[in-house]
């Protein structure tokens, strides 16, 4: 804004409500669980509920939780992890208007089925590809494949 010869930057504060979905998560774990693995992420908790079906089977709930959360920033946003553990259970985290992350490679920009990073046949590491390759294969690597 321009007064005069004075010029002023006016800034909204960042108040930004996103959803936040994780995909595939067993009906068994609790909202409460849920509640206690996202406030990790540096946001204040709106709502955590699981989706469900539309009516009339409004009863019936998905495999799909969704957590409402309010930022104070892009960057409390970029804590949001790309996927969590809850009781042992690996599930994916997407985040609204985040991008594509792979979890192959665990970069952005892309998904898994179109991941061309490339994949070490002996110790199964991402990011080389070496006929002699010295690394000792690992389970973690093996079970990552």
């Given at each position: 804004?321009?007064?005069?010869?004075?010029?002023?930057?006016?800034?909204?504060?960042?108040?930004?409500v996103?959803l936040?979905?994780?995909?595939?998560?067993?009906?068994s774990?609790?909202?409460?669980?849920?509640?206690?693995?996202?406030?990790?992420w540096?946001?204040?908790?709106?709502?955590v509920?699981?989706?469900?079906?539309?009516?009339?089977?409004s009863s019936?709930?998905t495999?799909?939780?969704r957590i409402?959360m309010?930022?104070?920033?892009?960057?409390?946003?970029e804590?949001?992890?790309?996927?969590?553990?809850?009781?042992?259970?690996?599930?994916?985290?997407?985040?609204e208007?985040r991008?594509?992350?792979?979890y192959?490679?665990?970069?952005?920009?892309?998904?898994?089925?179109?991941?061309?990073?490339?994949?070490?046949?002996?110790?199964?590491?991402?990011?080389?590809?070496?006929?002699?390759?010295?690394?000792?294969?690992?389970?973690?690597?093996?079970?990552?494949?």
């Amino acid at each position: 804004m321009k007064v005069n010869d004075q010029t002023f930057a006016i800034h909204k504060p960042y108040r930004e409500v996103k959803l936040i979905r994780l995909i595939d998560i067993p009906t068994s774990i609790s909202d409460d669980e849920v509640r206690e693995s996202a406030s990790k992420w540096s946001g204040t908790m709106v709502s955590v509920e699981c989706e469900k079906l539309p009516r009339p089977y409004s009863s019936i709930k998905t495999f799909v939780g969704r957590i409402l959360m309010k930022f104070a920033s892009p960057n409390d946003e970029e804590k949001v992890p790309i996927s969590i553990k809850i009781s042992g259970i690996t599930i994916p985290v997407l985040l609204e208007r985040r991008l594509k992350v792979c979890y192959r490679c665990k970069l952005s920009g892309h998904i898994k089925s179109e991941c061309t990073v490339l994949k070490c046949r002996e110790c199964m590491e991402i990011g080389h590809h070496d006929p002699v390759c010295t690394k000792q294969r690992s389970y973690v690597n093996v079970a990552e494949a």
